[in-house]
Structures are given as C-alpha cells and as structure tokens.
C-alpha cells in the first residue's frame, strides 16, 4: 500500500531521504575536487600551498581585540 500522506520536514522518512541526497551530493563534489586536483600541475599545487601556508600564518599571528561600544 503506498502512502499517499505528503512527506514533511518533521518527518522521519523524509529527514533520512535528504541526508543521503546531501550526503550524495558531497560525495560527488569531493570526487569531483580530487579529479581537478590531479589534473593541475606540481607548480600550480606548489603556488596554491604556498598561498594556503601564508594565509595560516597570518592567522596564528592575528588577535582579536574587543572595545566596548560607549555610550554618551
């Protein structure tokens, strides 16, 4: 007997259905970004490391300072 009753977001059948499309869909996409990433050549994986490596350290030497908001 089929359900003829509208699947909504609260339940439980149609929460497992969109975990495995969204879990597909990210699966495809990290296939996807490995198979570019074997295509790019050794410099172009250099620059792209060398640019990932000093965004970090820039990172690790920043710092977060709060000034409070004074009202007059």
Do not use: W
Not at 5 to 33: G, I, S
Not at 34 to 50: D, H, I, P, Q, V
């Amino acid at each position: 007997m089929i359900n003829s009753k509208p699947l909504h977001k609260f339940d439980r059948v149609y929460k497992v259905y969109c975990n495995e499309k969204t879990e597909q869909t990210f699966n495809e996409a990290e296939l996807a970004l490995l198979k570019e990433g074997l295509k790019r050549s050794y410099k172009e994986r250099f620059e792209m490391a060398t640019r990932l490596f000093k965004i970090q350290q820039t990172m690790n030497k920043a710092s977060i300072i709060h000034k409070p908001f004074i009202t007059k």
